[in-house]
């Protein structure tokens, strides 16, 4: 349906008594465009907006990046003109996009095409033998490279996989298999590579585990150090430039897949500013990022953070950037004294005595400049420490309106709680606990892991809470398994953590990890809201969130996705709507057969799992790979039932 100029104009001023909120006039809103009608409007939704002033939706319209307004359908199509381009919901449950606020996703980009992920499956029999067909495809010199989000809790199994289990599915290529961040399996083809053998010192914090001769077995332990963890996978071959390009491309879009349109990179260890920004900036400087990136910078010596710091604010400010790629602040790593690895395995650390000097030291020169910064603290005994030199530091240059915030917190007591309201600061919590929940319980009890965190009295305080996933490593990059986590009180493993009476309901949850998620890049009110000026960010769900079984909270996927007023994913019958990208390279890449993350949904259907996705055997374009090893599978779906599983699987062909 389309207006004129004038008739768009006088339906926008009459438009408070018709109940449509609007962005202010889009001549006025958009004085830098040459275009008054939306962009992009989607009908026939059902929209939660996270807007107190307009809670619920059916239609909304987007111009030039952000909202220009919302209401029903009768109310918002006619701003259409031409131009506009309409899209049916279908009566679909419409999100703001999700906030990650902390995760590695500049790290995870550039390595994702590299990863064979065994996030989201669930019997390790599966796991092997996804192991053992990409051990045959994988040429000289790489590796097989299962690195982080899954714990053995998830699989049918209960366990994890032996040295012999690896060592027999990939017999002559290198395989490291990382398990969170307190252990690595390297078959005897990685220990060569690597040169580990009898005469190798043991690491400091660490242990390689040695046989009756001597010699190394493939187990590293982290004890709890996680250095000589990553330490050994930098030994492995990197993608060249054009592949990393192509690995960020494909790791944006499997976010996006899953709803994700805003993330806080928390930096991490080994990489290192500027060299391995340079792909994201290059991405960003050509308009072709389709996550909002709030990166923190991360010093990577000890003993020499202060001198990166210095350098950082010599060479700008928080907040330089653009929409889509900014400068958060420090961290999440400050000083290497303070650094409480989260390994449950292990007796918790104590931090060395030379914790706070060094701590000060960068805490007043970042205060100074009026730098915020994000500090990782997972036990209470360091939040105390830090709690005390953020406070002596407040006394001579105020903190409390920098933004400043904790990472993980798992074992904050209420009255740090009460320290941090008092300083301004913020805490960002992930769903740690979903995965090494069993392990915490083991150590410290079930009645200790029911406060682990105390996420509800966070927000009982009126404290700036988000929630992240610390993904790729030590956490699936899946924000459905953090919201699950909230909601349902249970680790992916299915062990309940959390009475209900410490459990969020689905819509606190989901605020957390968007409205209340832009505290943490300073974008309140900005995205994570569907509202009038607000960042047209937001994700088309595949079922509804808010009525769904709790288990199945889960399995949800995007079937369409915007960010910045763009679509950036579609699947099903908006699979055209999306712009293509590039096939993934290089052609032995695991994303091309496995993907990333393993719907539980695929898993259970035919007895398949997502990881045999390549099990399409169509011919057109869609997004799963075709493979003859998989192909014979997909006869044993009834013809009834093959347009839900392919569908499942994300592939358009078959919906």
Known sequence: MTTSSLDRRRFLRNSSALGLTVMGGPLKAHAAGTRTAPDLILTNGRITTLDLSNPQANAIAMLDGRILALGTDAEVVPLADGATKMVDLQRARVIPGLIDSHTHVIRGGLNYNLELRWDGVRSLRTALDMLRVQAQDTPPPQWVRVVGGWSETQFDEKRLPTLKEINDAAPDTPVFVLNLYNQALLNRAALRVVGFNRDTPQPPGAIIERDARGEPTGLLLAEPNAFVLYNTLAHGPRLNPEDQVNSTLHFMREENRLGVTSVGDAGGGFQNYPDDYG?????????????????????QKAKSELDDMRRWVAGGRPGDGTDMYRLNGAGEMLTFSAADFEDFMVARPEMPAAMETELEGIVRFLAGNGWPWRMHATYEETITRALDVFEKVHRDIPIDRLGWLFDHCETVTPASLERIKKLGGGIAVQNRMSMQGEYFIRRYGAAAAAQTPPVKRMLEMGLPVALGTDATRVNSYNPWQALYWLVSGRSIGGTELYPEDRRLSRTEALRIMTADGAWFSRETGLKGVLRPGAYADLAVLDRDYFIVPQDQIQDIVSVLTVVAGKIVYGAGRYASLAPAIPPVSPSWSPVRKFGGYSARTANRQ????????????????????????????????????AGAFWGALGCSCHV
């Open 279 to 299: 792909v994201i900036g290059k991405l960003a400087r050509e308009g072709r990022l389709t996550l909002r990136i709030a990166y923190n910078l991360f010093p």
């Open 606 to 641: 035919a007895g398949v799992t997502r990881s045999y996705a390549a099990m399409c055997n169509c011919n057109s374009s869609c997004r799963l790979h075709s493979h003859d090893h998989f192909r014979a599978a997909s006869t044993a779906i009834p013809a009834s039932d």
